[in-house]
């Protein structure tokens, strides 16, 4: 007799639903809760279960940590959010999440790049990504392992003076965050660090060579 996943067990458990029933409340066939509940939920699998019922990624892959958030979390200038999930009705923080992806990610952002799921803030865009900080570049505004979230939908035209934003130049495999500076008329474009201690102080015009993949909307602050 076949004995289910774990993860599976987890979500069956808490939900208390049957197979058929979940797989209706979050749209997915039949079948495919049927596979999961042998090899395993996917992780689309899993961030459905998240949006649908408020429930931790990671917990449900893992079993490792909280049901729910864990620690209470706010977004600078965006939303705060508190653990329990019904304390505030107008948050919708635990029914959304944004795919997680390393800074040499795709430029489709394709879901096989990637590398977790991460909640999105109530005012963050739906179509947003998140990136962790890498280096000090940008400091102090973006520190090392400081988490940004990035409108990927915005086009160059729309953005502004002294915006913050995610470029690639041709070739090279990783992007990085910049400040953006606009001169004298609207096609002129710059690009710096933030940091005036950073080593490379150098301005970039940002030419064709260089791809703008969206601009910081948010970043997440936690508390431990």
């Known amino acids: 007799m076949n004995e289910t996943h774990p993860t599976m067990a987890r979500v069956f458990e808490r939900t208390g639903l049957e197979p058929s029933a979940l797989a209706l409340k979050i749209n997915v066939s039949p079948q495919s809760v049927t ?7 996917s992780k689309t699998g899993a961030l459905e279960v998240a949006k649908e019922f408020g429930y931790s990624v990671d917990w449900i892959l893992t079993g490792e940590k909280e049901q729910w958030l864990d620690r209470i979390m706010r977004v600078e200038d965006v ?43 109530s005012n963050v865009p739906e179509w947003s990504v998140c990136l962790i ?41 990783e992007a990085m965050l910049r400040q ?33 993949l969206g601009k910081v909307v948010a970043k997440l602050i936690t508390y431990d």
């Not at 019904?86 to 959304?96: L, P, Q, T």
């Not at 390393?102 to 999105?120: A, G, H, K, L, P």
Request: charged letters at 30%.
């Open 35 to 41: 596979n999961w509940s042998k090899r395993g939920i």
């Open 79 to 121: 939303s705060e959010v508190c653990e329990d999930p019904a304390a505030e009705a107008d948050i919708d923080m635990f029914h959304y999440m944004v795919p997680l992806f390393d800074w040499d990610f795709d430029t489709t952002w394709r879901m096989d790049d990637v590398s977790d799921f991460v909640m999105r803030p």
């Open 133 to 173: 900080v890498q280096n000090q570049s940008m400091a102090s505004e973006f520190n090392p392992e400081d988490m940004i979230f990035i409108d990927v939908h915005i086009s160059i035209d729309e953005l502004k003076d002294s915006d913050f934003i995610v470029v690639r130049k041709d070739g090279v495999p």
């Open 180 to 212: 953006l500076l606009i001169g004298d008329s609207a096609s002129e474009k710059y690009i710096r660090p933030y940091n005036p201690d950073w080593p490379d102080q150098t301005v970039i015009r940002l030419d064709d060579s260089y791809e703008m």
